[in-house]
């Protein structure tokens, strides 16, 4: 090896293209370094560190991590759950809402103005069906749906709660205060003298604060 340096220095020096002092100096460098290195070109770690595992910490804050992301995405599944149903109980809430002022206005219209039919009853609303009334105001439908005079429970459901469908009646000033009377089945309280409806429970809210049966 020494010799090959040497013999290099010199044909190196000839051509003026390496200094033989450097040539030695990377010599030595070269020597310097361990065999396997020299081998290989580069040092490398031993195989085991390169292949060291997880150590108990690395693993339990590995774990950690992934339960609070699971936490995360527990709850706002559960919050996107609420919203959807809180959407579809306030679509549903209008919906019938529309039905009782469009059949107001007719009732008006066919001379049943300060009467007692002045508004949908009732037994209307869940069956899906106006009854009792002259010839044209007769089977009539409160909304879109199923409408049958045995029906007793033709509504759409308060979805966000109990999923109930029964309309049941309270008196003027319980509507106003949007007093829950609610029961088995009951989704719905309706005033049938002042055509107040309104969800029949209190929660929960929505993202404004308001209390279900305030919607």
Not at 128 to 149: D, K
Not at 176 to 195: L, N
């Amino acid at each position: 090896m020494k010799r090959f340096y040497s013999h290099l220095a010199s044909k190196a020096s000839e051509r003026g293209k390496l200094h033989p002092a450097l040539l030695e100096q990377h010599m030595f460098a070269v020597k310097s370094l361990p065999k396997r290195a020299r081998r290989k070109g580069a040092t490398r770690a031993p195989f085991i560190d390169s292949q060291r595992g997880f150590t108990l910490i690395e693993l339990l804050v590995v774990l950690v991590i992934i339960g609070i992301l699971t936490a995360i995405a527990v709850t706002r599944y559960q919050d996107l759950t609420t919203e959807a149903q809180i959407g579809a109980t306030k679509g549903n809430l209008a919906t019938i809402r529309g039905g009782v002022m469009l059949l107001h206005a007719r009732f008006l219209l066919g001379g049943y103005g300060g009467t007692a039919l002045e508004w949908p009853t009732v037994t209307e609303l869940n069956s899906n069906l106006t009854s009792g009334r002259t010839a044209n105001l007769n089977n009539l439908r409160v909304i879109e749906g199923p409408a049958i005079p045995t029906c007793a429970s033709c509504m759409p459901p308060d979805s966000v709660i109990t999923n109930f469908l029964i309309v049941t009646q309270v008196t003027t000033a319980q509507a106003d205060s949007r007093t829950v009377v609610g029961g088995a089945g009951i989704g719905w309280d309706y005033d049938p003298a002042s055509g107040q409806i309104y969800v029949a429970a209190a929660a929960p809210t929505d993202s404004l604060g308001n209390a279900a049966n305030l919607w």
